[in-house]
């Protein structure tokens, strides 16, 4: 593809026109991060501290931030530039130009098993293997690979994505344009149990699992239908893999959660809120809009919109830093107490 092609195709992306320089229109034939980048590669940077990088890469074109200096020493180099608001989206919106997903054609594999009471959408595609049970409403375009299960009664909304291994169990909403990564549950029977004299009595989990539209669903996620009331995931929100979702949790819109997050039952968070790798939240907690925890948090109490918080139990940033840094003078404070006791002690 031609740099201008490139560059066209990338201000049809945008609200806005990308301003560029190139010395001519040289062919740009993949992407690449910039440290692997080689010629024909376009890659990217975000901002000055990777200025050294500008002065190294092998990469034929880059999107650079609006800085004058970073775009000054790749014209030196004879690197050409596109310059962006959000050089990473730009990037991704290149990305996007040179791949795109595997996605069988629509046919039904003569193997899927599909309940006669079913309904299945037009142009769908179902691997191999798949079971899709009974009173099921598939919608058009949407695309099931192999080894799929479909439990009854569940609803999978137009041009969805079931990897390979899933599995939809019963009163599971899914909306448009979601996507459910290989070995996810969704819909799967809630941690409810009764204690009494004799032992555990289950309670039965007839719930509900929603998934509205946009939602992505990380590899081995689960997401678990509560006894009564609903579970539901807001538009657009993405879970990474590994991710755990209790019964009767409420999550809003745009929301993000890396690896390993685990969520108690009954759980609200907000729109645009953030967590990290293997944050765990107690029951019933309440996460405010747009707030952000840390990596390996522990929440137990109400996090307002818009705190960033850290540790176990989870605490604000700053106060954060301050008790590692005081964390590690223990050993030496430890020390000097030993000594003034024993000062004490001696009448010293």
Request: hydrophobic share 40%.
């Amino acid at each position: 593809m031609k740099f201008s092609e490139l560059l066209a195709k990338l201000n049809a992306a945008n609200s806005y026109p990308l301003p560029s320089h190139a010395k001519e229109d040289i062919d740009i034939t993949g992407v690449a991060a910039i440290a692997e980048a080689t010629p024909g590669s376009l890659s990217y940077i975000e901002g000055a501290k990777f200025a050294a990088q500008v002065q190294v890469t092998q990469a034929s074109a880059l999107v650079l931030p609006r800085d004058t200096a970073l775009q000054t020493q790749a014209t030196a180099r004879g690197i050409a530039w596109i310059e962006a608001n959000d050089p990473r989206l730009v990037f991704a919106q290149a990305i996007a130009l040179f791949y795109q997903p595997f996605k069988p054609s629509p046919a039904i594999h003569p193997t899927a098993v599909i309940d006669p009471s079913a309904t299945i959408g037009q142009d769908v595609a179902i691997g191999a293997h798949v079971v899709i049970q009974s009173g099921v409403t598939i919608g058009d375009r949407v695309c099931i690979h192999p080894n799929v299960v479909v439990y009854p009664g569940a609803r999978v909304g137009d041009r969805t994505v079931l990897h390979a291994n899933c599995v939809i169990q019963e009163r599971t909403h899914i909306g448009a344009d979601c996507i459910i990564h290989c070995g996810a549950v969704v819909g799967s029977e809630g941690f409810g149990f009764v204690p009494t004299p004799e032992g555990w009595y289950k309670m039965e989990q007839s719930g509900y699992v929603v998934l509205e539209d946009g939602v992505e669903i990380g590899c081995n996620s689960t997401i678990d239908r509560p006894a009564v009331g609903e579970t539901r995931i807001a538009r657009n929100t993405k879970l990474d893999n590994l991710v755990h979702i209790g019964h009767g949790c409420q999550i809003g819109q745009n929301c993000a959660m890396a690896a390993q997050v685990g969520l108690a039952g009954g759980v609200k968070i907000g729109n645009r809120v953030m967590l990290g790798g293997q944050v765990g939240a107690a029951n019933q907690t309440v996460i405010g809009d747009g707030a952000q925890i840390g990596a390996q948090a522990g929440v137990h109490s109400h996090i307002k919109a818009g705190d960033v918080v850290i540790g176990t139990p989870a605490m604000p940033y700053k106060t954060f830093l301050k008790v590692s840094a005081i964390i590690q003078r223990l050993p030496e404070m430890h020390k000097a107490l030993k000594e003034l006791q024993q000062r004490l002690g001696s009448g010293d």
